[in-house]
């Protein structure tokens, strides 16, 4: 653009018209014009690459609205559906399988669960290994359906709460010391040695 100067004169003063030497263009000529497109070019270029790789990683990863993959948000917390695999420790509150199929854990080397307590201190540990079930803790106890005591193990004591205890194998049961009880009898038709 070029950039005009007007001049009024009144009748009878002559004034000159000034010189092109104090022209000036406005805008962007030459080099400058080309990198500035060049520039917005390259620009709308990795606004397109953006764009594309963050739709292609939203498909791959499988993200919707209600989570990611077989992880969905719900309202109780996460469900994970389908296998899954933790290469690091897994902290939750409660894990539960489906209704109608069950919950399976597994590793190459061995399965274990820690209970804290609040100031992170382990309290309890059940180890699942290849060769041994090994439960380190203060009570290990387990329950029949309706929530009684089957078996229970303390530092002090071993407590069998059973209506019926029955030991099978060819030698039977062996005590180092006495044993007391209130009942001793055989099976039906059997005799009692």
Not at 9 to 37: D, F, Q
Not at 104 to 124: D, I, K, Y
Request: charge should be positive; aromatic fraction near 10%.
């Amino acid at each position: 653009m070029v950039r005009e100067q007007y001049t009024t004169t009144t009748p009878g003063t002559s004034l000159e018209r000034p010189k092109n030497e104090y022209v000036y263009k406005i805008g962007i000529y030459g080099w400058r014009k080309r990198c500035l497109y060049l520039f917005v070019l390259l620009l709308l270029i990795v606004l397109v690459v953006n764009f594309s790789l963050t739709i292609w990683i939203l498909k791959v990863m499988w993200f919707s609205p209600t989570g990611m993959g077989h992880l969905r948000v719900t309202k109780e917390g996460l469900r994970l559906e389908g296998e899954s695999e933790f290469l690091f420790p897994l902290y939750a509150k409660e894990i539960h399988s489906r209704v109608d199929s069950s919950l399976l854990l597994q590793s190459t080397h061995n399965v274990t669960v820690n209970a804290r307590n609040s100031n992170g201190e382990v309290t309890g540990r059940l180890n699942v290994g290849p060769k041994m079930v090994e439960f380190h803790g203060q009570q290990f106890q387990i329950n029949s359906k309706d929530g009684k005591p089957l078996f229970t193990v303390d530092e002090n004591e071993v407590v069998i709460g059973t209506d019926k205890l029955r030991v099978t194998g060819p030698e039977g049961a062996l005590f180092e010391h006495s044993v007391e009880t209130p009942l001793v009898k055989a099976e039906a038709f059997k005799q009692l040695r």
